[in-house]
């Protein structure tokens, strides 16, 4: 009887049915009707033109750059964005591509600089912010992300949130001359910079820093530095305020005043930064990497409309013009695009 009942459950399985096949739907269209209309009705067609027309200042908020810049940004990238028609589809022309990418940015090799170069920083803090010998202001922020699949505790941060880290160095006129993006928000801004290109740059002595000079009414030569807070190590070319504990005198007390007064840039810079692309003030809702190319984007537009913010401002305010106007107010815009990159990989190093 038992054996019966074995030989039945074993067969039974043989008479259902077989699974059919799953059939791949049918597309009704190649491309949406309403899509295929997007040349003659799309944004880039209808609201982007009419506000370069009629109304600049709108244009500037709806993609954070003037009609001018957006043009010269056009012409830089078009090359590099043009795809070719096909059979099937238009492709998206880069106008478009330009106007959708500044609109998500808006709303949700490092390259060497030379001697000179670094005595223009210097000299932009000294005259600006009373800091003499100073190359920029260095510190990190947290870029909030959303936390990525299978990554327990990698990018979270003492914040209570996931982010990867957005080290950066800040020249006198709120310019990034570096940045290093990518790195987990587990370790701390100094250990982010302990392992960060920048400090293997200044270890090695490959900046081409100027020699050391004295600083001004002094005879003894004082080599050029960095900015930081105390989350920073001390060396020869970074430099950090007097801990508080124990007292400070007079001198050390103006000293940092002095430093807090310079370092507050590279502060102000992320503000700024924040405040016009929007979408790093809310978690980012992509991969890491994805994160780096976006956040490098923005510091790289940062720099581009940074000339035209201080000559807004010399018109807004009543300011004494040399401690306005920076060195590079009659150069060619194109060259405020260059920014030393790093991504979280350093083989894979990017200039713009």
């Known amino acids: 009887m038992n054996s019966k009942k074995k030989e039945q459950s074993d067969v039974w399985w043989q008479h259902l049915p077989l699974k059919r096949p799953l059939q791949k739907n049918k597309r009704l269209f190649w ?15 209808t609201l982007l033109q009419e506000l370069k027309n009629e109304d600049s200042d709108s244009f500037r908020n709806f993609l954070r750059c003037s009609p001018q810049q957006f043009l010269t940004l056009l012409n830089l990238i078009t090359d ?10 238009s492709p998206i022309q880069p ?56 990554s327990g505790s990698y990018f979270y941060n003492y914040k209570n949130t996931h982010s990867v880290v957005l080290m950066a160095a800040v020249d006198a006129s709120y310019r990034f001359i570096y940045v290093n993006v990518g790195t987990n928000a587990r370790t701390s801004d100094g250990g982010t910079f302990q392992n960060c290109s920048l400090n293997q740059a200044l ?99 940062h720099n581009y409309l940074r000339p035209e913010s201080f000559l807004e401002l010399q018109e807004t305010e009543n300011i004494e013009i040399n401690n306005l106007i920076p060195q590079w107010q009659g150069e060619d815009t194109t060259a405020h695009l260059r920014l030393v990159i790093f991504g979280k990989d350093t083989k894979n190093i990017s200039q713009i």
Request: glycine residues 4%; proline residues 8%; charged residues 25%.
């Open 31 to 45: 491309t949406k009707p309403w899509l295929g209309r997007r040349n003659q009705l799309g944004v880039c067609r």
């Open 95 to 150: 106008e478009e591509r330009l106007a959708v990418t500044l609109r998500y940015l808006a709303t949700g090799k490092f390259h060497h600089l030379h001697a000179h170069e670094w005595l223009t920083i210097a000299k932009d803090f000294n005259e600006k912010w009373n800091f003499p010998n100073c190359l920029g202001a260095v510190d990190g922020k947290h870029v909030v992300i959303q936390a990525p699949n299978n």
């Open 203 to 301: 270890e090695c002595n490959d900046l081409n820093i100027p020699e050391p000079t004295p600083l001004p009414s002094r005879n003894k030569p004082t080599p050029y530095v960095f900015v930081a807070d105390e989350a920073f190590p001390l060396k020869e070319n970074i430099t950090r305020p007097y801990p508080q504990r124990g007292g400070l005198d007079d001198s050390r007390r103006i000293f940092n005043y002095r430093l807090s007064r310079a370092r507050r840039i590279v502060e102000n810079a992320f503000g700024i930064l924040c405040n016009c692309f929007r979408v790093t003030r809310a978690p980012i809702l992509l991969s890491p990497e994805k994160v780096t190319h976006v956040v490098m984007a923005c510091c790289a537009l």
């Open 80 to 89: 590099k964005t043009a795809r070719k028609a096909t059979n099937m589809r």
